[in-house]
């Protein structure tokens, strides 16, 4: 059974930092692209940024220059540095394959509010 374990989230005022962890236990880590994903109360869960197996990323436009998505294959982690938050960042946080074929985890709560 796969299971993703988010953490790290908070409540932090605008211009704070986070960092997020997603601990994974399936098959295969290296080689597939992971992702983090987010949602906001009232949205669709929307990709953030994601990471090939070979540490290629993409980040949505909202984000790029302020988060830094990256991997540690070998103990099957991944991670989103988050800089410069902003309040429209606030939502949970997920992280899951991209596509996603893994079953979502519980998330973990970033609020950014002053």
């Known amino acids: 059974q796969v299971q993703l374990v988010e953490s790290g989230g908070g409540l932090m005022q605008p211009g704070g930092s986070l960092r997020l962890s997603c601990a994974a236990s399936?098959?295969?880590?290296?080689?597939?692209?992971m992702a983090w994903y987010r949602q906001a109360p009232g949205n669709e869960r929307e990709l953030v940024a994601a990471?090939?197996?070979?540490?290629?990323?993409n980040y949505v436009d909202s984000v790029k220059g302020r988060f830094t998505i990256s991997r540690n294959n070998a103990q099957k982690m991944v991670y989103l540095a988050m800089n410069s938050l902003k309040p429209e960042d606030t939502a949970v946080y997920y992280c899951?394959?991209?596509?996603?074929?893994w079953g979502w985890g519980q998330g973990t709560q970033v609020s950014v509010s002053s």
């Open positions: 399936g098959r295969g880590f290296s080689l597939l692209s």
């Open positions: 990471i090939t197996g070979g540490g290629n990323t």
């Open positions: 899951n394959t991209n596509p996603p074929i």
